[in-house]
């Protein structure tokens, strides 16, 4: 480490800091998996350690073809700041919320204002749409968005797809809306009491926490992720000695990590792939700037939520490994959009009925533009997809079903699946050719050794069974 981060924190801790960061022995992992398990998390599939890719994980049963085999639902998560003008979700468990003419409002509302002032949320996908479509917009008139977000205006149908009604932050911030109370509380309770804006949140310096929330907004939305994880470990912990009026004791503090324990991960200045536009002479400048706004952002989470009886927890070593199993695991939060539903479902109507609608939700089709129906997109920690290997012959893959209306993880399977069978993903699109599959897979760390890599590289000895 340079000697700037070098900080008397990182001295003072680093027993503790090591603990956290150390990884967990084969038997801690199967015993905090089977714990799950009897939980009710993962039922049919076992954690087990393996010979060469680390943590998998393997089915106790057959597993038909397109049968669930999983249901995971998040630790943290957070929807990614450029995605929130084209979806607007529950901030817990992430399904759609208040109403078809409310999303498809607020997103010609957005961009509308992002058009005028160039600035508002900055919302990636509406500044890249070329410029007729972004003038599309100015067909619908102010008066009719508006009339859209306050529920004057109905379109045809939509009471076919029916969302939850908008229910506020109890904090009282207006950064984070949810589909219910009980969400609205979870979320509270879980870690965004600490990181709440509003006038009842329990940050001690709120000014300090909307710039460290700027900083991830223009940064990197991962920071939010990684300050729930944060902000998770401490709330956990109060409440435990809350209850059981017991002195603080640090190996609570390492019991209620050990769901992040279990993570596989590295710094994420080191892990990091080099984004392709940058030249590789120029790599080391590159991870000392990518180290430099986890240290900033780290200093300005400090800066609002700081408790010296969780120190170690704002290390930077730690900090950076958080956002590390981020970026190597597969961790896509996706929900897909009802404002496609409701399009199709328009399109589909008999067809005197599809012209009568028509006349009304045609121009709104337009002004949208390209994606008009883009999906709830983020990052979050799953306990049990994040143990999934990856292989370019999955026998799994995420799906989302009919009934899969938030941000849980579903894995259904693909071909049929034998007991004992290791469970695979694709972390990428498989079908790519050999090169580009690897390219994209340097990205979490590891070079594929499936076999259809194999036999694609020429090799044609067959790889040795697992375990
Ligand atoms: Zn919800
Ligand atoms: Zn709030
Ligand atoms: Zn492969």
């Not at 001295?11 to 905090?32: F, H, N, R």
């Not at 900055?122 to 599309?136: A, E, G």
């Not at 989302?400 to 007991?419: C, F, H, S």
């Not at 897979?441 to 044609?460: A, H, R």
């Amino acid at each position: 480490m340079e000697g700037r981060y070098d900080s008397d924190l990182e001295l003072k801790y680093a027993d503790q800091i090591a603990g956290l960061l150390s990884t967990p022995s084969p038997q801690a992992v199967e015993k905090y998996y089977d714990k799950l398990a009897l939980e009710g998390h993962g039922q049919g599939l076992k954690v087990k350690q393996t010979r060469e890719m680390g943590k998998g994980v393997f089915a106790e049963r057959d597993f038909q073809e397109e049968e669930l085999v999983l249901q995971d639902r998040m630790l943290v998560g957070a929807q990614h700041f450029s995605n929130k003008g084209d979806s607007f979700v529950c901030s817990f468990c992430f399904c759609y919320i208040g109403s078809i003419e409310i999303q498809i409002g607020r997103r010609l509302f957005l961009r509308s204002v992002n058009i005028d002032n160039g600035d508002g949320l900055h919302h990636h996908h509406s500044l890249q749409l070329p410029d007729n479509k972004s003038k599309m917009t100015s067909h619908i008139p102010k008066e009719v968005v508006e009339d859209l977000l306050n529920g004057k205006l109905s379109l045809p149908f939509s009471e076919h797809f029916p969302l939850p009604v908008i229910t506020k932050c109890i904090g009282g911030c207006s950064d984070e809306s949810y589909c219910s109370i009980s969400c609205a509380e979870a979320a509270w309770e879980a870690f965004h009491s600490l990181l709440c804006t509003g006038e009842r949140s329990l940050c001690k310096n709120r000014a300090g926490l909307l710039d460290f929330k700027q900083h991830a907004d223009e940064t990197n939305d991962i920071f939010h992720v990684a300050a729930q994880v944060i902000s998770k470990v401490i709330l956990k912990s109060r409440k435990g000695k809350e209850n059981l009026h017991e002195d603080f004791n640090w190996s609570e503090v390492l019991n209620i990590w050990e769901p992040f324990a279990m993570g596989y991960k590295k710094l994420w200045w080191e892990c990091v792939a080099l984004p392709e536009d940058i030249d590789p002479i120029d790599e080391s400048e590159f991870r000392k700037e990518i180290k430099e706004f986890a240290w900033t952002s780290l200093q300005l989470l400090k800066g609002a939520i700081f408790e010296e009886e969780y120190a170690p927890l704002f290390s930077l070593q730690v900090y950076g490994k958080i956002i590390g199993m981020f970026e190597l695991n597969n961790l896509d939060l996706v929900v897909a959009s009802p404002v496609e539903d409701y399009f199709i479902y328009i399109d589909d109507l008999p067809h005197s009925e599809k012209i009568e609608a028509e006349k009304m939700t045609r121009p709104f089709l337009e002004a949208l533009g390209d994606g008009y129906a883009t999906n709830c997109e983020g990052t979050a920690f799953f306990p049990l997809q994040s143990c999934i290997n990856h292989s370019c012959e999955p026998n799994c893959k995420a799906f989302k079903r009919e009934q899969d209306k938030d941000g849980q993880a579903i894995l259904v399977a693909t071909k049929p699946i034998v007991k004992g069978e290791q469970i695979f993903i694709s972390y990428i699109e498989e079908d790519m050719p050999l090169e580009e599959r690897e390219a994209s897979l340097s990205d979490y760390g590891f070079v594929c050794k499936c076999t259809k890599c194999l036999q694609e590289k020429g090799n044609t000895s067959v790889a040795a069974p697992d375990i």
